[in-house]
């Protein structure tokens, strides 16, 4: 079946710092890959997505690129800051084979703490 | 244009018993999927609901159990609950189609003594 897997966390990084979450996944067809964060007590957000090879997905400073020949989707900052501390979470989706949208398969998240 | 709102925040229950908890979409939003997170976990996939049907379905017993409304809202129902059943259960709602983004609600959390 389909698998996301992330690097473990916590990472912890000092103000405008570079940031490199590895995310590598295995599935079946054709996925889109997603990147969602969740700050404490909340719920996910979208943060960017890709849906296919090649595909570039970018917002609020982050990137990923959709990677095919590794089955990567590494999530890259270039300058974080302290309001980026959050659990980050990578997701590939499964299209539904009878109606409705996707179901998203999650890794376990990467928690990223960022100091002054 | 109010996001995805879940209710009630908070729940506490006790082995056994059964507990419902509810979900409203985005505005214009047809679909409607469960994810259950557990402490430190990546959330898993329950169910997804599309026209008032159970589309797909995780790897979740028969204990828990969905509705959707015409009015796209939509239930969860977990029956004889267990302690590992406590987690932060989360809603989705997005458009039908594939790669169409999903967009969480901040979830009702569950705990069960």
Do not use: E, I
């Given at each position: 079946g389909n698998s996301v897997t992330q690097m473990e966390g916590p990472v912890t990084l000092s103000e405008e710092a570079f940031l490199t979450i590895n995310c590598t996944y295995t599935a079946t067809g054709y996925p889109s890959l997603f990147w969602y964060v969740q700050y404490p007590g909340e719920g996910l957000q979208l943060l960017l997505k890709a849906t296919k090879a090649d595909d570039k997905g970018s917002n609020k400073g982050f990137e990923a690129t959709y990677r095919k020949e590794t089955t990567s989707f590494h999530l890259e900052k270039g300058s974080v800051q302290v309001s980026d501390s959050a659990v980050y979470f990578c997701a590939l989706s499964d299209p539904g084979l009878t109606g409705g949208g996707n179901k998203l398969t999650f890794g376990t998240g990467t928690q990223l703490k960022v100091e002054l | 244009d109010a996001g995805v709102t879940q209710s009630p925040t908070h729940l506490i229950k006790t082995r056994g018993q059964q507990v419902t908890l509810r979900c409203s979409p985005k505005s214009g939003h047809d679909t409607v999927s469960w994810y259950q997170q557990a402490l430190g976990q990546g959330p898993q996939f329950i169910f997804q609901y599309y026209e008032e049907e159970e589309r797909q379905r995780g790897n979740?017993?028969?204990?828990f159990s969905g509705h959707q409304f015409p009015n796209y809202s939509s239930e969860l129902n977990v029956n004889?609950?267990?302690?590992?059943?406590s987690a932060l259960y989360l809603c989705a709602s997005s458009l039908t189609g594939s790669n169409q983004p999903q967009h969480f609600g901040d979830g009702t959390r569950l705990s069960i003594l």
């Open positions: - | 979740f017993p028969d204990r004889a609950l267990l302690l590992g059943d």
